[in-house]
Each structure stands twice: as structure tokens, then as C-alpha cells.
């Protein structure tokens, strides 16, 4: 039976909070020790995994991102997810400056790049505040229009930047993600036992941080799967202003920007370029979803799509399949 986020059934409510006092950590959270040798700062991480990148500041009309730009051709901007940066591409961003000019950035709150205030309704943290910065990043390197790719949070931002600015965006591959919009008006339990950080990370300031942020010191904080960015995660996460942007990232999601998205399904708005859906087998979501009959139904109009293999870091743990995928794909 559906039902809305906001209209759960009180039992469904006392098991979502019961998963989350019983174990309030990220999926997939393991022991994760920094390496002695790990890079001290953003520049030096860029330039262990990333070599041949440029590392830049990109002040946008709202934030300041920490930015890498690599390769030469057509633009295309990559978008991290939660609680990553923009160096969870490292596996597949050199493939693609072979044929594109690639442009990755920290999202508003992440990694290296500036944390504004929260703002009224947490807006500042809107998948509409974090599109408007990919548009001001892209135009900074004189693109006005270009093709994104968007994992995880950062496919949410690549939803909202396909909507709001159609014109700018050619086309749009989004990885491992069902639409928050139904997420939040679709609840069930087995959504919360595999999704339970999007009700903990949504309470109220420092709740969640104080949580977070105890990990990070005890060394149990990590999304990091592979032994080549543990120890930049841990390095960003040190800094307790990255656990509140993520946590305002979350706020918003399940609140302003659930406002803007019922408003573009009641105007009948829907992504318009190529949308390409890749999502993983083995992963939540694949099991839980029929991920690209959801997208193709109602929120895109030229919807393909693919499963994969490799969990939900697709780009990290089947960069092969990914580029399989993708590179046909923005080649048109």
C-alpha cells in the first residue's frame, strides 16, 4: 500500500525510529583507518588520484566551489553523491577527458567547497541552489550548454538542473537513484531499513551531527570503499561544517525541495533531453524498484536505462561498466 512520507502509519514510524537508535550509521560503514601517507589537503588528493587534472575556486552566486577540470572536446559536468566528492569519478573521469571536456566539482556543503548559511526552509541546500552553481560553474568555463552525469545525491541535482534549466542541458545519465519524490511518497518499511540515514540525517540540528560526528572521531564514518579515497573521506569529514552540510542536504530533500517537485508534477513538467537511468543489480534500490519503469513513467520523456553490477558506487566499483554505458550514450 502507498503512502505518503509525511502520512505513515504510527507503527511504521516507531520501527523507522527503532532502526535508527539501533544503528545509526551509513550504509555500508566499516573501521576505516586514515593511511599515514594520506594527502594532507584537497590539491594533493587531486593530484594522487586525478594527475593531468587542474584543481581551481569557482565562486558561483551562492557558493564557492573546489573544482577540477581535465580533457578537451564537449563539456560534461560530473556530480558527486553523499557522502563523497568529486573524487569518487577518479575510476572514470580519466576515460572520459579522452573525449570530453570534464568538469567535476565538491557540491555546496561537500568536500572542499564553501558551506553557506542553511537559510529559511534549509533553501541554501536545495537541489535548486546546488543546480544553479553547476550552471554558474559551467558558464565560468564558457559552456551554456552540456551533458551531466550525476550519482547518488548528485543525480538529484542533475534532476533538478535537467528541469529547471532544459536549455542548458543536453543530456543527463543519472546513477543509482528512484526520484526523491517518490521516495518520500512511497514509504515502506523495506525503504527505511535500507534507507534509514534519510530519516536520521533529516532531524533537527546537531542531532544527527552530534552522531556523525562521533563516528568520525571513533573511526567508524565511511562511505569510502576503496583504499585509495578512505583517507581523503576521513580528511574531509574531520571538519564537522562537511557532516552539517550534508545533514542540510538531507533537510532539504525532504522538504523544500519536495515543494518544488510537486509543483513540476502538478504542472506536468518532466526531464525533456535524453535521460539515461543506470542503477545497481545487487544494489537497494534495483531490489526494492523497477527503477527505470518509475523514471520513464513519470518524470522523464526519452527515458533509457541499464542495470549493472558493483553495488551502488557503480563508478567506483564497475568503472568498465559504467563507461560501457555511458560513453555510447552521450555520443548520441
Sequence with gaps: MRKSFFALHRRELLTAGAALAAG???????????????????????????????????????????????????????????????????????????????????????????????????INYSKRAMAQDQIDLMKHYG????????????????????????????????????????????VTKAFVDAYFHW??????????EDILN??????????GGLPELRAEYARVYRDPAN????????????GIDMEFDEADIKAGRKVTCPLQVLWASDGAMGRMYDVLGIWKDTYGTKVSGAPLTGGHNLQEANPAGVLGQLLPFLAG
Excluded at 555500508?28 to 588528493?45: I, K, L, M, N
Excluded at 577527458?97 to 570534464?102: C, G
Excluded at 557532516?243 to 532539504?252: I, L, T, W
Design 24 to 122: 545509526a550509521l551509513l550504509p555500508g560503514t566499516r573501521e576505516v583507518q586514515a593511511a599515514e601517507s594520506a594527502p594532507v589537503d584537497a590539491r594533493a588528493a587531486d593530484a594522487l588520484l586525478l594527475p593531468g587534472f587542474r584543481t581551481e575556486r569557482v565562486k558561483t552566486s551562492g557558493a564557492e566551489l573546489h573544482v577540477v577540470t581535465g580533457g578537451s572536446g564537449p563539456p560534461l559536468l560530473l556530480i558527486h553523491g553523499a557522502p563523497l566528492t568529486h573524487l569518487s569519478w577518479f575510476r572514470v573521469a580519466p576515460e572520459l577527458a579522452r573525449h570530453y571536456t570534464v568538469v567535476a566539482a565538491d557540491l555546496r556543503g561537500y568536500g572542499d567547497s564553501s558551506k553557506p548559511p542553511d537559510g529559511d526552509k534549509h
Design 243 to 254: 557532516v552539517h552540510g550534508m545533514c542540510e542536504d538531507y533537510r532539504a530533500s525532504a
Design 143 to 186: 559552456f551554456d550548454r552540456f551533458a551531466v552525469v550525476g550519482h547518488d545525491r548528485g543525480g538529484r541535482v542533475a534532476h533538478r538542473l535537467a528541469l529547471d534549466h532544459p536549455q542548458a542541458v543536453t543530456r543527463a545519465s543519472v546513477l543509482d537513484i528512484v526520484p526523491t519524490h517518490y521516495l518520500y511518497t512511497h
Design 199 to 208: 530519516f536520521l540525517y533529516i532531524r533537527p540540528a546537531p542531532f544527527p
Design 214 to 223: 562521533r563516528q568520525v572521531q571513533d573511526g567508524t564514518f565511511s562511505r
